[in-house]
């Protein structure tokens, strides 16, 4: 007696793509997902808006580059998403849902790939498009004063998309944290000492040193990314782009390799 095999694929087998659909679907499925982005879209917009409509040619700060002018509050934007990304990673430790993840995908490091990816596509879009759109509306109120600019004039573009490009990166280095970590409180200040405060610390030591290593940390290449002109004793926007893949790199890298080794 012979047994027949069956050449259909099981219905339950895990691929790639199905670890994405389903991490997509808990990002897009939480309410907080979008309270988040939306917070982080309206603070962008908002001050956009407030430095358009305020700005005038003799206050004083005409040799401000245009786009930062302009994109200033992503600086408070990025707070909204780097916490989102500590709660993609360390929030599911914190609920026990990572054991779940984990029992579905055994060989772990699916999941983790799968949550930068998602997490990354979301902020990037959600960024850019929030960006593009707070440069164009707010350069409707500086047409006529001298931080008037528009997209195609040199530069304009390539940090309009490195403003994006910059907060997107900080917030995956912030989701790799909440892998590291595993706790939304350590992950948030980890990244407020080690990412915002310890280099403007080290910036205070007297060494030329100090000073050129300062230039590739996270928050400074972000900064750089989202300037027209070349900042004064930064890196180039190439330098700033390497430096801030590396540094997300670094950390995920650092969290898979936990993440293969240790319990959930």
Not at 133 to 149: I, K, P
Not at 184 to 212: H, N, Q, R, S
Request: proline share 5%; charged share 10%; net charge neutral.
């Amino acid at each position: 007696m012979t047994t027949a095999t069956s050449t259909t694929p099981h219905p339950y087998r895990i691929t790639p793509t199905r670890v994405l659909r389903s991490e997509w679907h808990k990002l897009h499925t939480l309410r907080s997902s979008w309270i988040t982005l939306g917070s982080a879209a309206t603070l962008i917009l908002a001050v956009g808006i407030v430095m358009g409509t305020t700005y005038t040619s003799d206050g004083g700060d005409s040799d401000v580059d245009t786009v930062i002018l302009v994109l200033y509050g992503t600086t408070l934007a990025t707070l909204c998403t780097v916490v989102l990304g500590i709660l993609v990673t360390a929030g599911e430790y914190s609920s026990g849902m990572i054991r779940a993840s984990l029992i579905a995908v055994p060989r772990r490091l699916p999941v983790l790939w799968a949550k930068a990816a998602v997490f990354t596509t979301t902020v990037l879009g959600v960024m850019l498009a929030t960006s593009l759109l707070t440069f164009v509306v707010a350069q409707l109120f500086l047409h006529d004063t001298d931080q008037a600019a528009s997209l195609t004039d040199p530069g304009v573009l390539r940090a309009v998309a490195g403003n994006a490009v910059g907060a997107t990166l900080l917030s995956l280095i912030a989701l790799g944290l909440g892998a590291l970590l595993r706790s939304v409180p350590g992950a948030i200040g980890a990244f407020i000492g080690g990412v915002m405060v310890l280099p403007e610390v080290l910036g205070m030591l007297p060494y030329d040193a100090v000073e050129t290593v300062i230039r590739c940390f996270p928050t400074q290449a972000a900064g750089v990314l989202g300037s027209a002109t070349q900042l004064p004793d930064a890196a180039s926007p190439g330098g700033a782009l390497l430096a801030l893949v590396l540094w997300s790199a670094a950390t995920l890298t650092a969290a898979a390799a936990l993440l293969r080794h240790r319990d959930a």
